[in-house]
């Protein structure tokens, strides 16, 4: 999982297996986004779910978000070595209206 | 739409020297956010602006680190007197909206190392 003072997490698996990476908030969020960062670039937006939502889908990527366990997911199906990358889970700060960005989830899909 | 555009994409200083980093925001994006990145402490937001205007600089270390936003095409973060743990990439994104709801969109990041 990611959040709060937790480290920087890592995976390491297979190409072809399936994925699932957590984050946990410590206050009330109408939202979720989740980023992708691969090697060189700045973080790109992936998918985002609103607290109304249960499960989004996108493609091979399920995002999930559990407002009473103030959690979320992001499930990848299928993984190619082109997902390797930081997964970040970013949060709304309500009181500044910006978000607040999880330590992130670092993946190494093997080939 | 050449995206978030960040120069230079290194820089390398000495120890006591300033460093500017360059910013420019995608066109028509209001706000524009400056985020500091390591391993060990992750994605740090730094400060940002809306409509030009400072609104939150809670991450900014206060004594060496400033950032304006003179007009809406370009923002810089300028860092006096360099030390080594200021070494970090610093992104830059912009938002067409701000809060929660509203996607960011980053620039690759400058590189700076502070020998």
């Known amino acids: 999982s990611q959040w709060g003072e937790e480290n920087l997490q890592a995976l390491s698996i297979q190409e072809g297996e399936d994925v699932t990476m957590n984050c946990s908030y410590k206050?009330?969020?109408?939202?979720v986004q989740w980023y992708r960062q691969k090697s060189g670039k700045g973080p790109a937006q992936l998918i985002l779910?609103?607290?109304?939502?249960r499960e989004k889908r996108s493609g091979r990527l399920r995002a999930t978000l559990d407002t009473s366990s103030q959690s979320s997911s992001l499930s990848i199906t299928g993984t190619l070595a082109t997902d390797t990358a930081v997964y970040f889970c970013?949060?709304?700060?309500?009181?500044?209206?910006?978000?607040?960005f999880g330590k992130g989830t670092h993946l190494h899909v093997l080939p | 739409n050449a995206g978030v555009i960040q120069t230079p994409r290194h820089k390398v200083t000495g120890k006591g020297q300033e460093a500017t980093l360059w910013c420019e925001p995608i066109?028509?994006?209001?706000?524009v956010f400056w985020y500091r990145q390591t391993i060990v402490q992750g994605l740090e937001f730094l400060t940002y602006?809306?409509?030009?205007?400072?609104?939150?600089d809670s991450g900014m270390p206060k004594e060496r680190f400033s950032a304006q936003m003179p007009n809406q095409s370009h923002s810089t973060l300028k860092i006096q007197s360099t030390q080594p743990q200021d070494s970090a990439v610093y992104l830059c994104?912009?938002?067409?909206?701000?809060?929660?709801?509203?996607?960011?969109?980053f620039g690759p990041g400058t590189r700076l190392t502070v020998l």
């Open positions: 970013a949060t709304d700060d309500t009181n500044a209206y910006k978000v607040i």
């Open positions: 994104a912009s938002s067409p909206d701000w809060g929660g709801y509203a996607e960011q969109f």
């Open positions: 206050t009330y969020t109408t939202v």
């Open positions: 066109s028509g994006h209001s706000a």
């Open positions: 602006f809306r409509n030009q205007a400072p609104i939150d």
């Open positions: 779910i609103r607290s109304n939502e």
